[in-house]
């Protein structure tokens, strides 16, 4: 059960978080260690962005910044403090179940989607008892595949300049096509389909 330190001067809201995370399986804590983060900003005793800082200075924690401050400045200070996303209040339980699961799962490196699992740490895609090795660049293809239901060509190209390793559209069609070769290997052939004008999903 992954442990979320909760900073919230609010009573009120410190209960609602609380029981949001206890009922969707997470184990809420008042102090570090934890696995996740999540800050206000203006605190009795010093203020969200040092205590983002010294979270992470003293290990990998994901932050999500959860506060009423709104101004452009303020989530860009939150960014620059080293957080790594920035919620206004009020917040959306959804939405900010959703963040959480995003980043526990980047911190782990793992994904899994309709019987899939992605290991980035070792670039393992696995179905069932069977296991592939990707290279690298087919390991953030099928990333971003697994994020979400539909990606564009275009999204996909962006996560692999964001990984610095651009491809063109050509090599994209290659690797597409490795790919399949793989996941049919893997008993999941069909599984990466295209959609026409648009681009592909699992």
């Not at 932050?63 to 939150?78: K, N, Q, S, Y």
Request: glycine share 8%.
């Amino acid at each position: 059960m992954e442990r979320i330190f909760i900073a919230e001067d609010d009573e009120v809201i410190l209960g609602e978080l609380r029981k949001l995370l206890t009922t969707n399986g997470y184990q809420p804590v008042s102090q570090p260690p934890c696995e996740l983060a999540l800050l206000d900003v203006n605190l009795a005793e010093g203020n969200g962005f040092s205590l983002c800082r010294e979270l992470k200075r003293t290990g990998d924690v994901p932050v999500i910044f959860l506060t009423a401050r709104d101004g452009i400045e303020d989530e860009l200070h939150g960014f620059s403090s080293g957080g790594d996303d920035y919620i206004r209040k009020p917040y959306n339980a959804d939405v900010l179940l959703a963040r959480i699961e995003r980043l526990l799962r980047k911190k782990s490196g793992i994904i899994s989607v309709r019987g899939l699992t992605l290991d980035e740490n070792s670039f393992a895609l696995c179905y069932g008892e069977e296991r592939q090795t990707l290279t690298r660049t087919e390991m953030r293809i099928m990333y971003c595949l697994m994020k979400k239901t539909v990606c564009t060509k275009e999204e996909i190209i962006a996560e692999l300049w964001n990984d610095s390793n651009y491809i063109d559209e050509n090599a994209l069609f290659v690797n597409i096509n490795r790919l399949r070769e793989k996941l049919k290997e893997l008993g999941a052939d069909g599984f990466l389909k295209t959609i026409r004008g648009v681009g592909y999903s699992l």
